[in-house]
DNA sequence: GCGTTGTGTTAACCACGTGTGAAACCTCGG
DNA sequence: CCGAGGTTTCACACGTGGTTAACACAACGC
């Protein structure tokens, strides 16, 4: 195998087939079918990158696939993400989960120009994968967390909630959002699961950081700490 | 606080103007006229990134810019360029002097994603709609509002209506208007709610800056101060 | 099989934001 | 100067919404 192998999912066909092509790689088609078989499939490291095809299926569907590609030992190289216009919207907060993205109808010298533009740029990024904040530190490779220093052992779902929040900061999330993009998938009922969970994140974060996460009355929670609004402090609150 | 600046080259017009007002950030436009003419313009530091429309223009004009802002001691952020699409094959072997680019004809939503995408990626927290009048800022997705940099801490109601307010400055509203599009439905009765939240926000503006919501006698409330004398009428009012 | 761990649900508890009425205050016309 | 209509201010009761703990259940390992 002399170019670099690409992986494609679900297929590889028209346009991108030939874009890769253009570029130079070997397209290596990992599903014909759903795109979230490819987890199972668990194809060898080695790749230089990806381009999945999103456009027509469940979004969330990629999403997953994306988390999952990221999160390897060694993770695939820069993902690409083949959308429809209307899907758009759908990445606003999932911005650390692909590298670039096309719309419909694809061009193939667009198409190329991106992937060889990505595949470049990924030899000199050292892109680490990691969070800080706050004293807050998460390891993306490693699904571990610490704080001050003191490692938390999160579980999954703490954990997901936990990067969530805190790869955007200071933005308040209303526990539907919370759901939908941690969770992944439509929800019935249970707003109060988003609760539970953030009480015992905050439990494990500490009496010392649980303002770490905070709560928005009536809106939902947001990531960030007090420090942020040391000025704050209301000396002409109303109430009490 | 006010929304980040992003540089534009050469002019910022159409739907490129549209996509930064979208993604919350402010245009800086830095030449009308050729494109080299900014590197003798050395605007200062502080920028999230950059947008230059090289379509149309001379390409190594435009790949000269990219270089000098990403030597400037303290480089502008990710770098977007808007091209032809004949000149895609240019950017081969430069791929390192651009963060991203887009293709004409330009979609307002796709530039907007590719902005926010990037800035955020660029560690860039303050990627955010806003609302700024008068000292007062708010970002509609942290729920904060600051007042001359301090931050005031409203509760729920408190920041809708000032946010109905500022978005609609200098317009009068009578208060049952204001009852209707801020609580959202008809009200009985209570029209001294919006008295008392008034109040209560102008507490929080603080003595200096109280005035920005303003009493107009026998008619409601507005924002914004005197100059526009623009008569109550909501002429959009659901049931008045 | 059993115990363990992770996750979601339910319900009691409690705090705080919110709305209300009444009184004080202001503004304007007679 | 008075009175009426309008606005500001205050104190308090209520209910929404968040916290918390305890339970239910599934997945997994021993």
Known sequence: MTSDPVLCVPSCEGPVRKALEVTGVTPVVAS????????????????AGAVINAAGFPFTEAM?????????????????????????DDLTFREDLFDDFVVGPFDVSELATRLRHRLRRAGNESVAPRIEHGGLSMNLETYQATIAGRVMDLTYMEYELLRFLATNPHRVFTRETLLSRVWGYEYYGGARTVDVHVRRLRAKLGEEHAHLIQTVRSVGYKFGSSGDHALADDDQSIGA
Chains 1, 2 share one sequence.
């Open 32 to 47: 014909s079918g759903r795109l979230n078989e490819v987890a199972a499939l668990e194809p060898p490291d080695g790749y």
């Open 64 to 88: 997953n696939l994306c988390r999952q590609l990221r999160h390897r030992e060694r993770p695939v190289g820069p993902i690409i993400l083949l959308l429809d216009h209307y899907q758009l």
